[in-house]
């Protein structure tokens, strides 16, 4: 896990470390001591931690004009015993609704587990970006935790999408493309 880095090209365009308004303004990376860790294993030192032991992030982008935020995570999310969605909830996703941010995208790929608990967290989520203005997207969640997500009722409150050329994308286009195709079919669930 140490040599996964966060998503790096489009740090000439932002880093969360420099944005005033970011939850991470601030924040100082080392390149080569590794301290973080999921379980036993270290992580690279670019991903940042929110309060949880076993599931870090990095802030991607973020555009305060368009209201939205691009986040990629990297660890497992248990909700059951370190109720990670509220250190999430808590710490990064409400500084960046004060903020104006209202759209986020999460990108899930490199979540290995989720493991959950209740959906009240991902409830008060969604009512906090009013979906009439907002949403919450979780993109590329593997297939096992798809279910799990499911079975606690998240997907009433999140979108889901598979999109693997992300990356390929200017994060402003990406965004233009997740919210069309969302306000096209939705709000919540597991869009094609």
């Avoid at 691009?70 to 370190?82: C, H, P, Q, R, T």
């Avoid at 050329?165 to 919210?179: A, I, S």
Wanted: hydrophobic share 40%; charged share 25%.
């Amino acid at each position: 896990m140490h040599d996964i880095e966060p998503f790096v090209n489009w740090q000439h365009l932002y880093l969360a470390e420099e944005d005033e308004l970011s939850p991470f303004y601030g924040q100082e990376h080392s390149e080569f001591t590794f301290s973080n860790k999921v379980y036993n294993y270290f992580i690279h030192p670019q991903w940042d931690s929110f309060g949880s032991e076993t599931l870090y992030l990095k802030v991607l982008f973020a555009d305060y004009d368009q209201q939205f935020v691009i986040i990629e995570l990297i660890g497992e999310w248990n909700d059951a015993v370190e109720n990670d969605v509220m250190e999430l909830k808590r710490n990064v996703i409400d500084p960046m609704l004060e903020s104006g941010i209202k759209k986020f995208i999460l990108i899930t790929e490199n979540v290995m587990n989720f493991h959950a608990s209740d959906d009240s967290y991902y409830e008060e989520w969604y009512e906090d970006v009013s979906p009439e203005n907002g949403w919450i997207l979780f993109l590329n969640t593997p297939e096992h935790e798809l279910e799990e997500f499911r079975e606690t009722g998240v997907n009433k409150y999140v979108c889901f999408l598979n999109y693997l050329k992300w990356r390929t994308h200017q994060p402003v286009h990406l965004f233009e493309l997740f919210d069309k195709q969302i306000n096209s079919r939705g709000a919540t669930g597991l869009l094609a």
